[in-house]
């Protein structure tokens, strides 16, 4: 069993930037694919980043590339997003995801854990 607990939302003017954090119980962190998806309301939740176990690959939405970056450190048990050029439309709640298998990282299928969510706001 894993628990994730996200931290860092809050309320950024447009162009700010912010970063979210994920806090991972359990031994075998390391071995997880991590990734973090969105979600407003209405709408289904959404692929942003993902990170393989070993830190080295990365995959992103699109209209997230170049502005956002997914890491992680082993050691404490925690995967990072560092948002930056933030839009308003980067408006959700974001959650953080573990998948125990390597699958189709942006696809919500392949995670078997998730956070409760962070709110992050982007005013105009």
């Known amino acids: 069993q894993v628990q994730l607990v996200e931290s860092g939302g809050g309320l950024v003017q447009a162009g700010g930037s912010l970063r979210l954090s994920c806090a991972a119980s359990g031994r075998t962190f390391s071995r997880y694919t991590m990734g973090w998806f969105r979600q407003t309301p209405g709408k289904e939740r959404e692929f942003v980043a993902a990170i393989a176990w070993i830190g080295i690959s990365t995959y992103y939405k699109d209209s997230v590339k170049g502005r956002f970056t997914i890491s992680r450190d082993n050691a404490k048990n925690t995967v990072y997003l560092q948002m930056n050029s933030l839009k308003p439309e980067d408006t959700a709640v974001y959650y953080c995801?573990?998948?125990?298998?390597?699958?189709?990282?942006?696809?919500?299928?392949?995670?078997?854990?998730w956070g409760q969510g962070t709110q992050v706001t982007v005013s105009s």
């Open positions: 995801a573990a998948a125990r298998v390597v699958g189709e990282m942006s696809a919500l299928g392949t995670y078997d854990y």
